[in-house]
């Protein structure tokens, strides 16, 4: 008789972590041994306030847990295992997460994100209370069964920073369902248009995802390629300042839908300049759409993007590196095609949504009472 496991899944919801949630929702109807359940903590609309201890999202992301789990034995169904994503929704649930085993899934660590908090508005408070939200954080880690990390970048702050035997981490990268980003020929539509070059952005927060630095390089690279068609695609929350010959602004495009899929299959170079990021997903998408990347050298994303092979990396605030970087592979449509088939075939080992998700399950069931 196959062996039923009830598992309760929190997800946090904001910026890719809704992808994410998603994702594992379509792929947990493939393991018939998992009967799910599911919370999604809900940023507010309004803002966040200042409180003492632990910043409010994390106070709201944890009371909106606790009734979630509430609601879930209130159903009847005795939870084997939880999943929490991020550590955010977990901090608060000590109690459930004493009496259930549990795995809490991190794309950074708390010190990571504060590293590259001023990109997200987001600044440090008195010595008191950044050691009492370590403090909370590191009690978290200690009681969870196990640990996921996106990225060993966040693997090895856990590691070196919270002092978390490597042996309670597994790396397990979120993915994209390939199939539903891959184009049909690869290669096809760039081979057919040479000359017309497409680049592409996808980033709600235009500044801090480097879109005006894009912006810049695009105009300069435009300026010396006069023999190419240069045409840069801005998916985009926020509108920008100046407007520029050959660019194409997309201001209300939804997440997975197939206008912004055709997107990707339409364009030639993908480019994401980030200054604050820790595991784009929509660099993962642009790999299974199997295009060449140029993003920047932080966080995680040396891990999906390898320089000279899958695509091409420069500094944040590099406008020059990043208009040379454009010419570059605009020039040579050959170099592009090489690397997209390269960054397609990595997504397919490493970063599979569907196979990622069963190993998350199999872990899962694992650490199941």
Known sequence: MMKRYSIGFIIEQALGHVTHGKNLQKNIELDAEIESSWGFPVQPQSGLMALPGIRNWTIQAGLQANQSIKGMHKSGRKLDALFFHTQVTAILAKRWMEAIPSVVSLDATPLQYDALGKFYEHEGGPSWLEKFKFQMNHACYL???????????????????????????????????????????????????????????????LKRKGG???????????????????????????????????????????????????????????????????????????????????STKIAAIPEIVEPDKSGLLVDPGDVRGLKESIISLAKNPTLRHEMGANALHETHKRFDAQANAAKLFSLLKSIAK
């Open 143 to 205: 009681r969870s069964a196990h640990l996921v990390t996106w990225s060993s970048w966040a693997k090895s702050s856990l590691v070196k920073d919270y002092q978390i035997p490597e042996k309670k981490i597994t790396v397990i990268p979120p993915g994209v369902n390939i199939r539903d980003w891959s184009p049909n020929d690869i290669g096809s539509h760039q081979q057919l248009q040479e000359d017309v070059v497409n680049l592409l952005f996808v980033g709600g927060a």
């Open 212 to 294: 005006n630095d894009l912006i810049k390089a695009f105009k300069a690279a435009r300026s010396e390629l006069t023999s190419q068609e240069l045409t840069l695609h801005l998916v985009t929350k926020d509108q920008p300042k100046d407007k520029v010959d050959g660019m194409v602004v997309y201001n209300n495009m939804r997440p997975n839908s197939d206008a912004l899929k055709n997107l990707y299959k339409q364009a030639d170079i993908f480019c994401l300049p980030t200054y604050g990021d820790c595991l784009p997903m929509v660099l993962s998408e642009a790999s299974a759409s199997a295009l060449p990347s140029i």
